[in-house]
């Protein structure tokens, strides 16, 4: 099984920052790697696929990087509605999902 | 669109039953068709996936407990879980699923599932 394993559990920004949240495999995936939104209550969203491809709709400030086993999903300038908890998930073999980055607003 | 719909309840020992209405796609498209819950304790977990032709990939530590199937003249899915116990608890989500090209695009809104006597 590989394992994805994401950092921080948590975090607290101010509006307008940059905040990056790390994903590590437990082996090279390629470049099968996702990033998910979750709002309080509702269900995780895409955001990106292929490590940094934008799923249509989602604003450019979220970005994605990486290759092998180290991945970072990257919000460039944060707003209000970005607070969520952010899950990446490996789709090489069979499928895993991080423990989650809950966001907040400082 | 996908929505979910089942028992809220179900008792320990039984089979959890859920399904999936597609719309706005067909389940004879080229994605497959899967289920995730989400429970405090494990997190994201996904439970497996099928295809309308009913090729199904499972989570193998659910393998054994597991049925999928596709009702092409519904264009819906199903999900059985058998033998349920209290670990079972969990919102269960259904997504399409892009296999090796795009994961989890679509949800649905989630249906909460909770095992009790």
């Known amino acids: 099984d590989i394992q994805m394993t994401q950092s921080p559990s948590s975090l607290s920004a101010s509006l307008g920052d940059s905040v990056t949240i790390t994903c590590r495999a437990s082996q090279g995936i390629s470049n099968s790697l996702a990033w998910y939104q979750q709002r309080p209550g509702r269900a995780p969203q895409p955001l990106l696929f292929a490590i940094s491809k934008l799923k249509t709709g989602v604003p450019s400030r979220f970005s994605g990087s990486g290759s092998g086993t180290k991945f970072t999903l990257t919000i460039s300038s944060l707003q209000s509605e970005d607070v969520a908890t952010y899950y990446c998930?490996?789709?090489?073999?069979?499928?895993?999902f991080g423990g989650g980055t809950k966001v907040e607003i400082k | 669109q996908l929505q979910e719909a089942g028992p809220g309840l179900v008792k320990p020992s039984e089979t959890l039953s859920l399904s999936c209405s597609v719309s706005g796609d067909s389940i004879r498209s080229s994605y497959f068709w899967g289920w995730i819950r989400q429970s405090p304790g494990k997190g994201l977990e996904w439970i497996g996936s099928v295809y309308y032709n009913g090729r199904t990939d499972y989570n193998p530590s659910l393998k054994r407990r597991i049925f999928m199937s596709v009702d092409m003249s519904k264009n819906q899915f199903s999900l059985n879980l058998t033998s349920v116990t209290a670990a079972d608890t969990a919102i269960y989500f259904c997504?399409?699923?892009?296999?090796?090209?795009?994961?989890?695009?679509?949800w649905g809104p989630g249906t909460q599932v909770t095992v009790s006597s």
């Open positions: 997504v399409r699923d892009g296999r090796g090209e795009t994961g989890f695009d679509t």
């Open positions: 998930h490996q789709y090489y073999g069979s499928h895993s």
